[in-house]
């Protein structure tokens, strides 16, 4: 989940002329028109801006509604990424030097990072840190300067041959803390106080041992966990190996008895339409041939990559999804560990065909103001892990998990 969204970019993006003289109300010939079948409640709309830290916004808004399902009255909660990403940041860079750099450091992160803070550190609500100083002044994350001094600065001492001075630590956690602000061992909230570990406990009153991973792939036993290899797995995390099928169900049935989870999937496919078309903010798999999925971070965010075309889908015509399609995508580098967002919701098509709907992290970007459509094809095809209450699953597919 190492994808770096430069909003901006948004907005240097003129809408063609003749789109311009439509009428305002008027939809484009064959577009998808959706209804939403049920959601359940999220809290709003945040932008990561220019940071590689979607496992943070993502895990925040499934945690988030886990916060409003036990307390509906917090319905306005606003967990502090900083927080989370400060912890997240030392920790990786010892976990790097520690195995001589061969456990990468990078912006990246998991799902599994947010239940490790909350278990380990706690958590903090949003406004008690110092949102970051941007080059912009405002409170929008910025990496451009803050991160690559920091990156070469840990994989120099990685790459050492000489004895470690463990001072480099302290190095490290000024970087950290001149941009986030320090993390405070004790803070005021609504007239009380607490640590963060109380907060968890007596304020949110969250369970980390609530959280498991979820994922499908043949290369490992089925109804077992595994350490799924990819690298900003740095925490080496196990995950839940399901069939296919089974994992389809737990997102479809959990969703539909009132729960989010966290979504991690591939979003550099032709069928993600970000920029253009008439669906855009809809993720399909089209019944063609893929031309993307490989090139630069900005390319896959964009869509524009050296001999490439979107294909729109229309809704419909989309590829059957098998664990065979799933294991070679996977194995070829096909299916990357991309993007962190959160699946809260079904929604039909004008055709009733049933999506998924998603809250993404990009501000309120595109048509629906940052939420998306995500077909069951491409949850099926291009879903990595899925991090969930336990309590959501199905009882007879938890008990062959044994949890």
């Known amino acids: 989940m190492r994808k770096i969204f430069i909003l901006a970019l948004a907005a240097l993006i003129a809408a063609p002329v003749a789109a311009a003289k439509k009428k305002k109300n008027e ?112 409170s929008l994350y910025n990496f451009g300067t803050f991160f690559p001094p920091m990156e070469a600065y840990v994989k120099a001492v990685a790459q050492s041959e000489k004895k470690i001075n463990p001072a480099w630590k302290k190095s490290v956690q000024a970087m950290v803390d001149n941009y986030f602000g320090q993390c405070p061992t004790e803070f005021e909230y609504k007239g009380k106080k607490y640590t963060p570990k109380s907060f968890v406990t007596d304020y949110l009153k969250l369970d980390p041992n609530d959280y498991v991973s979820l994922t499908s792939y043949t290369h490992h036993p089925y109804y077992e966990s595994f350490i799924l290899e990819i690298q900003d797995n740095w925490r080496w995390a196990s995950s839940y190996n399901l069939p296919l099928d089974e994992f389809m169900r737990v997102m479809e049935e959990s969703v539909k008895n009132g729960w989010t989870f966290a979504w991690g999937a591939d979003v550099s496919e032709d069928g993600f339409s970000r920029r253009t078309g008439k669906n855009r903010c809809v993720a399909t798999v089209p019944n063609t041939k893929s031309t993307a999925g490989v090139g630069s971070d900005q390319s896959r965010w964009t869509g524009e990559k050296a001999g490439a075309k979107i294909t729109e889908a229309d809704g419909a015509g989309e590829k059957t999804i098998t664990a065979e399609m799933r294991q070679l995508a996977y194995d070829n580098w096909e299916t990357t560990d991309d993007h962190g967002m959160q699946i809260y919701g079904i929604a039909k098509d004008q055709n009733g065909k049933e999506y998924f709907m998603m809250k993404n992290s990009w501000g309120e970007y595109g048509p629906y103001k940052g939420f998306w459509y995500v077909s069951k094809p491409y949850a099926a095809y291009k879903t990595m892990n899925i991090v969930i209450n336990k309590n959501a699953i199905p009882a007879d597919i938890r008990t062959k998990l044994g949890i």
């Open 27 to 138: 939809a484009p010939k064959d577009s998808l028109i959706f209804t939403t079948v049920l959601e359940n409640p999220v809290t709003s709309i945040k932008n990561q801006n220019s940071s590689g830290t979607c496992w943070a916004y993502s895990s925040f808004a499934f945690l988030e509604s886990e916060i409003i399902k036990k307390n509906p009255e917090l319905k306005d909660i606003d967990l502090c990424e900083s927080f989370l990403v400060s912890k997240t940041y030392t920790d990786r860079a010892d976990r790097h030097v520690r195995t001589h750099g061969d456990a990468s450091f990078s912006q990246g992160g998991s799902f599994y990072d947010a239940i490790f803070c909350m278990k380990n550190y706690g958590l903090m609500p949003e406004g008690i840190m110092p949102y970051p100083q941007t080059l912009y002044g405002d």
